[in-house]
């Protein structure tokens, strides 16, 4: 069983490969506004704040603590039981015939049955080892809760950007449209653009307030000791990758075999199925073995007597009668109950893990392919009609609604495509965590 130094560093440099491997960022510039660059004293890239969580998180703190504490329990269940030791003074001696007895001293060392101790430290190593693995699967379920909202913020950043880049391109239409509703131009079409420049004022202000929350997330998960509102994250797409078929059997094997939360639910069934032996054993009984040692006075009566005035000692022997049926009977049905229901959960779990692999991966294919869509097909489309409807308008060859919709229209393709880039990224975030491994 690897100690807990030894279990933090291997991770550490796990989730520095996830980092670098899986969800490789650029940090070449901010996706959001310029005021924030001098926020240095907080993370900015994905590395940074998966490291950051990694050290601060309490709960992934209270987790090590819990596995130190398991650790501990192992010597424990291994140790024969504490010895006793009993006194008797006589206030009255009892006068024998080798002298009156003044003290007596018994020492005693109970001996369970033989298997009995290695049963305990069978069943409290496995409950260790399930608490270790449930602490790896919490350092991967934290990675995947950062990996997810760290790419979430970077969207809404980008959402921000765009929206607020529509917004200044359609201020500055209105005093073209205003001039033109001046020359005898229809009022419809100043009004039509006040009312979309008002939506997407009203958008930008709530978009600012999912940023606070989307920030407090992120600060909550990172322990960071301040309230105010993170910086963007330095976020540039990758090369989008998808999984390879002839890897996709592999991936799930991975899951199976390498899933924390599947390795602890294994080391549950094997502890229940020591518990299982343990409630055998019940039925077998332990062992007392002793030492009595008796202090006699000076003989006054038979001074004369062989031995007289010497303390006698002896060896005991006890053994203790599990007869009790009903108890141990329904120690071992509960035994075997649980180890059924352990070894339930695993199955289930098991196949919940297995369907959350493949939606990831169908998730990550649907993304990758939306990304070439937009990427290469529909955005220059979009750029295209934006200029050419532009060029018409300052033409008087197309109206305002025309032109506001090519706008609407590379807008919302814009934003897919930053969609499905988090999209992609945050899947191969969450088959990581699933197959605790690089892809």
Request: avoid cysteine.
């Amino acid at each position: 069983m690897p100690s807990l130094v030894s279990t933090l560093a291997a991770r550490t440099i796990q989730l520095g490969a996830l980092s670098v491997l899986v969800f490789a960022t650029t940090p070449s510039r901010s996706v959001g506004a310029a005021n924030d660059a001098n926020s240095l004293d907080v993370p900015r890239t994905l590395g940074d704040y998966l490291q950051r969580a990694q050290d601060a998180n309490p709960d992934l703190r209270a987790f090590a603590a819990r596995y130190e504490a398991a650790r501990e329990r192992v010597p424990q269940a291994a140790a024969l039981p504490d010895p006793t030791f009993q006194v008797t003074h006589f206030v009255e001696s009892v006068q024998t015939r080798t002298g009156p007895q003044k003290n007596i001293f018994m020492f005693g060392q109970r001996v369970p049955w033989f298997g009995r101790l290695s049963g305990r430290k069978a069943t409290a190593n496995a409950e260790a080892e399930a608490i270790h693995f449930a602490f790896e699967a919490r350092q991967l379920m934290l990675a995947r809760q950062v990996g997810t909202a760290y790419y979430d913020y970077g969207y809404l950043g980008k959402t921000i950007e765009l929206t607020a880049q529509n917004l200044a391109l359609l201020e500055r239409l209105a005093p073209m449209v205003e001039e033109r509703t001046r020359t005898g131009a229809s009022l419809n079409n100043l009004l039509r653009l006040r009312v979309e420049i008002g939506k997407l004022r009203d958008r930008l202000q709530t978009l600012q307030q999912k940023r606070t929350q989307l920030s407090a997330q992120l600060v909550a998960l990172m322990a960071l000791p301040t309230g105010d509102v993170l910086p963007w994250p330095q976020w540039e797409p990758s090369a989008i990758v998808g999984i390879d078929p002839s890897n996709r059997s592999a991936l799930l094997a991975a899951v199976e075999a390498e899933n924390p939360e599947l390795l602890m639910l294994e080391r549950k069934v094997a502890s229940a199925a020591a518990r299982v032996e343990l409630a055998r054993l019940e039925t077998r009984p332990d062992f007392t073995i002793g030492l009595t040692y008796i202090q006699v006075g000076s003989p006054t009566v038979n001074p004369s007597t062989p031995d007289a005035g010497r303390d006698p000692w002896g060896i005991t022997f006890a053994v203790n009668l599990p007869v009790w049926n009903s108890r141990t009977s329904s120690t071992r049905r509960e035994a075997s109950a649980t180890r059924r229901a352990s070894e339930s959960e695993l199955a289930d779990r098991r196949n919940q893990l297995r369907a959350d692999a493949l939606a990831s991966i169908s998730i990550l294919e649907d993304a990758t392919r939306r990304v070439r869509l937009y990427q290469d097909d529909l955005l220059p489309l979009a750029r295209q009609a934006v200029e050419n409807t532009s060029s018409a308008y300052e033409g008087d060859r197309a109206t305002l609604l025309e032109l506001i919709d090519s706008e609407r229209s590379q807008l919302d393709l814009e934003l897919q495509l930053w969609r499905a880039h988090a999209d992609a990224a945050q899947q191969r975030i969450a088959l990581q965590s699933l197959a605790n491994r690089p892809l």
